[in-house]
C-alpha cells in the first residue's frame, strides 16, 4: 500500500486510525447532518436537539451573529451547554489541516502570470487561479512521473486542457467531456487561443508558437462512467500509444470524481491530479448497479452518510462571516421554504412523506409582483413578516405553476403558529448542520486518498492538500497519486 501524505490532527498516528474516528464521530451526530430543512417543521425536527441545547440557540445569548461565528470561527459562549461546545470543539478539531507544503517561486509566478493572459478568455477571477494552480501541479507531477499525455475528464470549455496544451511547458491533452455543446464551445476557444498566440503581443513577449502545437490538444466527447476504466484507458492509447499518462480533472463533478480515481486504479494510468466538486452527486449503496461513487476504500466499508448530509458537505462555512447579511438571507430563505411546505401539508397538498417540489431562488422582482397581488382585506391585521409570507407562499406557488393557492388568512395561520420562533430555531439547526459540513469532505477525501493508496503499488505516494484559498474556492482539496 502507497503512503498516504494528509496533514491529520496531531493526536493519530495513521490515517486509517483518523478515518475510524471520524466515521465514529459522524455516526453519532449523522441525525444532525441528515435534517432536511424543508421538513424541518413537518418532521418537528427542533424537538430531537436535546433540550439545553433548544434553550440555549433561542436565547438572548445567541442571535444570529452568534450563530455566524460559530460556524465560521468555532467561537461559541462559555454560557453554553457543555455537550453544545464539545460539538463545535470536535467538528473543528477533526478538520484535517490542508495547508500545502508546496515551496512558492516568486519570480515563477511573475512569469506564468504573464503568459496566462493568453488563455484567460471567458474565465471569470477563481477560474484564472484556479487553472493556474492546478496547471502547474500537473505540470510538476508530469515531469516527475515523466508522462507525455494528460487526459482532462470533465474538460468542460476546455479552460485547463489549453494552458497544460499551449504554455510553455506544454503537455499534450486529451480533452473529455460528455457534452457536444461544450466541446463545441471548448473548440471555439481553442481557436481564438491559436490565434492570439499566434499575434505580435505574443511574439514581443517572448512567446514562440509553432502551428504544429495546435496538434497537442484534442477535444472528444465520451461519456466517463463508474465502471468505464477500460474505455477511457483505450481512448488514452489510441490518441497516444505507448506514452504513460496521467488523468486530471478541475472539479469534476460527483461521481465524475470518483470515476476518474476508479480509472487511475483500474488502467495503467501513471498519475491522477484531481480537484473533486459536487459532493452531492456522489451515489452510495443501494444501487442497482454495482459501482458506486462513495464509498471506494476498504477503511470506509460499509459506511453510508446520505444524501442530505453530501449535501451539507457542500456548505462553505469559512464564507459566512465574510457576508453576514447574505448569510442571514439564506436562513430567511430557507426559513420560507419549511414554512410554505408545512402549509402545503397541512392543507393536503403535499403528504407528510412525499416529495416536495423544487421551488429554488424567488427573486425579488417576483416577490414585489406577489406583494401587489396580496389582498388587503386578509392581510390588515397582519405583521410584516406574515405579509411577507404570504407574498412568498403566492410567488413560490405562481413559480411552480402550481394550481393551489392559499388564502393569505391561511398564510398568516400559518405564520403565526411556526414563523415567529421559527426563523432563529431554522437558523440555529442549519449552523448545526453545517458545522458537520466539513467532517463529511473529511471522510470523502479520506476514503479516495486510501482508495488511491491501496491501487498504487507499494512504492507509490499519495498525497490531499489545499490547493487554492477555501474563501474563494470552497471546493479547494486536490488529490494527487503517483504509481513509481
Same mark, same amino acid.
Given at each position: ?48 436537539? /436535546? ?51 508546496? /515551496? ?381
Amino acid at each position: 500500500m502507497a503512503t498516504v501524505e494528509i496533514q491529520l490532527p496531531d493526536e493519530f498516528g495513521s490515517v486509517a486510525e483518523y478515518a475510524a474516528e471520524i466515521r465514529r464521530v459522524f455516526e453519532r451526530y449523522q441525525y444532525l447532518s441528515n435534517m432536511h430543512i424543508l421538513n424541518f417543521f413537518v418532521t418537528g425536527f427542533w424537538q430531537e436537539l /436535546p433540550a439545553e441545547w433548544r434553550e440555549y440557540l433561542v436565547s438572548d445569548r445567541c442571535d444570529m451573529d452568534s450563530l455566524i461565528s460559530m460556524a465560521s470561527t468555532g467561537k461559541i459562549d462559555q454560557s453554553a451547554p457543555e455537550s453544545l461546545r464539545s460539538y463545535v470543539r470536535t467538528m473543528f478539531h477533526l478538520r484535517l489541516n490542508y495547508r500545502s507544503s508546496r /515551496p512558492v517561486d516568486h519570480d515563477e509566478e511573475e512569469r506564468r502570470r504573464k503568459e496566462l493572459w493568453y488563455f484567460l478568455d471567458g474565465m471569470n477571477p477563481k477560474k484564472q487561479v484556479e487553472v493556474a494552480e492546478l496547471s502547474r501541479l500537473v505540470h510538476e507531477v508530469a515531469a516527475e512521473s515523466n508522462c507525455s499525455l494528460a487526459v482532462d475528464v470533465g474538460a468542460g470549455q476546455g479552460y485547463l486542457s489549453r494552458v497544460l496544451a499551449y504554455s510553455s511547458a506544454s503537455l499534450p491533452v486529451l480533452a473529455i467531456d460528455s457534452s457536444d455543446t461544450q466541446q463545441r464551445g471548448a473548440e471555439l476557444l481553442q481557436q481564438r487561443t491559436i490565434k492570439r498566440l499566434r499575434g505580435p503581443r505574443a511574439a514581443a513577449g517572448g512567446f514562440k508558437w509553432d502551428d504544429r502545437r495546435a496538434e497537442r490538444l484534442v477535444h472528444t466527447v465520451m461519456h466517463v462512467s463508474l465502471d468505464g476504466a477500460a474505455q477511457l484507458a483505450e481512448r488514452a492509447h489510441a490518441t497516444a500509444p505507448d506514452a504513460r499518462w496521467l488523468l486530471c480533472g478541475l472539479h469534476a463533478c460527483g461521481d465524475l470524481s470518483s470515476a476518474v480515481l476508479k480509472a487511475f486504479a483500474e488502467s495503467d494510468a501513471t498519475a491522477v491530479v484531481l480537484v473533486p466538486c459536487c459532493y452531492n452527486h456522489i451515489s452510495e449503496a443501494p444501487r442497482e448497479r454495482s459501482a458506486v461513487g462513495f464509498p471506494l476504500s476498504a477503511a470506509m466499508h460499509g459506511a453510508r452518510i446520505g444524501q442530505n448530509a453530501l449535501k451539507t458537505a457542500c456548505q462553505a462555512t469559512s464564507r459566512w462571516d465574510a457576508s453576514p447579511e447574505a448569510t442571514v438571507d439564506a436562513f430567511r430563505r430557507n426559513h420560507m421554504r419549511a414554512l410554505l411546505h408545512q402549509l402545503m401539508v397541512a392543507q393536503n397538498q403535499i403528504a407528510p412523506d412525499g416529495v416536495a417540489p423544487a421551488v429554488g431562488r424567488v427573486t425579488n422582482s417576483e416577490l414585489q409582483t406577489a406583494r401587489m397581488q396580496l389582498p388587503a382585506c386578509g392581510t390588515a391585521n397582519a405583521s410584516a413578516d406574515e405579509r411577507e409570507f404570504a407574498a412568498y407562499a403566492l410567488a413560490a406557488l405562481t413559480k411552480l405553476n402550481h394550481a393551489w393557492r392559499p388564502t393569505a388568512e391561511q398564510c398568516i395561520a400559518c405564520y403565526r403558529q411556526h414563523g415567529s420562533a421559527g426563523l432563529q430555531q431554522i437558523a440555529a439547526a442549519w449552523t448545526l448542520k453545517a458545522l458537520a459540513g466539513p467532517l463529511i469532505e473529511c471522510m470523502l477525501v479520506v476514503d479516495r486518498a486510501l482508495y488511491l493508496a491501496e491501487h498504487c503499488g507499494s512504492a507509490g505516494r499519495v498525497r490531499a492538500f489545499a490547493l487554492f484559498d477555501p474563501v474563494t474556492s470552497p471546493r479547494n482539496v486536490v488529490l494527487v497519486a503517483q504509481r513509481r
